[in-house]
Structures are given as structure tokens and as C-alpha cells.
């Protein structure tokens, strides 16, 4: 299942961002989060990026990482000094991993634009604020998941006491 949304999600990059995966044509590139069940292959071809678990493919580079790198890349941390810290190990084609990662974070895509066509204005405006407020989350958090999973834990078991609805009257 994760293998699915994941190609999904970076598919939906690649169609309605301004990403163009042209330099990386016919590459394989193998992701591990390490301390994580992840490990996929990324097949680049066809102006698409399949997502496989088959690691029986040779990769062209192998990029292994732990999630908390993985969400300071989507931060904006350099690449080059993730590399210097050895919070990032690649073999193979560094120059295919760069790649890799600008293309995604060249990405621009306007959320609340896509979602008004579904589901009109209004509600898109209400995600797309909730969407800010998860990325400032994960901005001001060293381990994005662990915050939101403590923030919906809050929220359901003491929604009074939580922050999103803490009432000033009472």
C-alpha cells in the first residue's frame, strides 16, 4: 500500500507541478529509510516514476537515509550538507540523486486550487490552512510524525485542553 501511494503522490508531483523527470529517463533509483520498513526502487520512464519493492533490479544510485533527514530535505536543508554530515549515505550516481532532488523541490503546486475543483471554495480554503499548519509543524519539530500523532491524540482524547480548541471565554 505505501509503495502505491507514494508513486501516486510523486505522479501527481509530475502532472500538475512544473517537474520535468526528462534528465532522469530510464533511471533506477533505490530509497531506504533506514529503521524503516521502507525500501522501494524508483523507476523513471515514460515521463512517470513507478515505485517498486522488486530490489532485484540493479539501481544506478542507492540512497539510504532516516526519516528525520528525509523530512529536512522537504525543510530545505541542503543536500550537499546532509551529504558532509554523513546523514545521508549514497552510492552510485550522486549527480542522479541531485537530481532527483531538485526536481522535487522545484515542485509548485497550488493544494487549494486542485481541491476547489472537487469540493468548492470554501472547504479548499479550510485544507489548504490546515495544510499550512501541518508544514509549520513539521518546520518547528524535529519529528514531524511524532508531533501531529501527539497534536490528534490531544485533539480526541481532551479536545478542550488542545490547543486548535482552546476556548479564551470559558
Do not use: W
Not at 517498486?52 to 539510504?64: E, R, Y
Not at 518546520?139 to 479536545?159: Q, R, V, Y
Amino acid at each position: 500500500m505505501q509503495h502505491f501511494v507514494l508513486e501516486q503522490a510523486l505522479n501527481f508531483l509530475i502532472q500538475n507541478g512544473s517537474v520535468n523527470i526528462k534528465p532522469l529517463e530510464s533511471k533506477v533509483i533505490r530509497f531506504t529509510l533506514i529503521d524503516s520498513l521502507l525500501e522501494v526502487n524508483f523507476i523513471c520512464t515514460n515521463n512517470r516514476i513507478f515505485v517498486t519493492s522488486d530490489l532485484s533490479t540493479p539501481s544506478d544510485v542507492d540512497i539510504k537515509l532516516k526519516p528525520g533527514v528525509f523530512f529536512a530535505l522537504f525543510k530545505g536543508e541542503d543536500l550537499t550538507e546532509l551529504l558532509r554530515q554523513d546523514k545521508i549515505h549514497i552510492h552510485g550516481d550522486v549527480k542522479t540523486a541531485q537530481l532527483l532532488v531538485d526536481l522535487l523541490s522545484e515542485a509548485d503546486i497550488d493544494l487549494e486550487e486542485l481541491i476547489s475543483h472537487h469540493t468548492g471554495d470554501i472547504i479548499a480554503h479550510e485544507i489548504g490552512k490546515t495544510a499550512k499548519k501541518f508544514k509549520q509543524i513539521a518546520k518547528t519539530s524535529p519529528n514531524p510524525i511524532d508531533a501531529l500523532k501527539d497534536g490528534l491524540s490531544e485533539l480526541l482524547i481532551s479536545p478542550k485542553v488542545s490547543k486548535q480548541y482552546a476556548n479564551k471565554n470559558h
